[in-house]
């Protein structure tokens, strides 16, 4: 029987090995295909890929610790006061994952990482998800604005982590 506890844990199992799954191929990814791929990717994203194109994995991993932590707050206290709210949208957030992983590799026609746990894991786990709170009643406009306010507060929290990865690595 499907209820939140049970997304709730399957939701941390997912995120863990996408994120595991890019924090093995990023650094050579960057290394190795995005040279040859750079001339294909539209400018605007290419300033944006230069930025973090000395990433290692480690500086990876410290951008994913630290969206981690913001995620278990966020799995922690929507499990103590049930306002489930709160991980309806984190979820949503994670959900970005159905675009833009599937979305890159076409467009680059290769790799990239991430793709896979997203199209393996990240989507099946998203309709069920969706499904059981559609079903459920909880898709109200007070939970889209509840859901939304966490969703636009984890963009900063992926920027700054980014930031804090960059200067314990350097």
Known sequence: ????????????IIFMLHNLEEIIAIEKW??????KK??????????????VKDMTAVQFSIVVFIVSVFASLIIIISL??????LF????????????????????????????????LLIIPYNV???NYVYTEGL???????????????????????????KKVVS
């Not at 898709?139 to 990865?165: D, E, Q, R, Y």
Request: aromatic share 12%; glycine share 4%.
């Open 1 to 12: 029987m499907m209820d939140m506890d049970f997304l709730i844990c399957g939701f941390l």
């Open 30 to 35: 960057l290394k190795q295909t995005y040279p």
């Open 38 to 51: 750079k001339e294909e990717i539209p400018l605007f994203l290419q300033k944006e890929i230069d930025e």
């Open 80 to 85: 103590i006061t049930e306002q489930y709210v």
């Open 88 to 119: 309806i949208g984190l979820n949503m957030f994670f959900a970005l994952n159905i675009f833009t992983h599937p979305i890159q590799s076409l467009l680059l026609r290769c790799y990239t990482p991430g793709v896979w746990t997203s199209l």
């Open 128 to 130: 069920l998800f969706f």
């Open 139 to 165: 898709l109200t406009s007070s939970t889209l604005l509840g859901a939304l306010i966490v969703f636009v507060s984890a963009i900063p929290v992926l920027l700054l982590s980014h930031k804090v990865a």
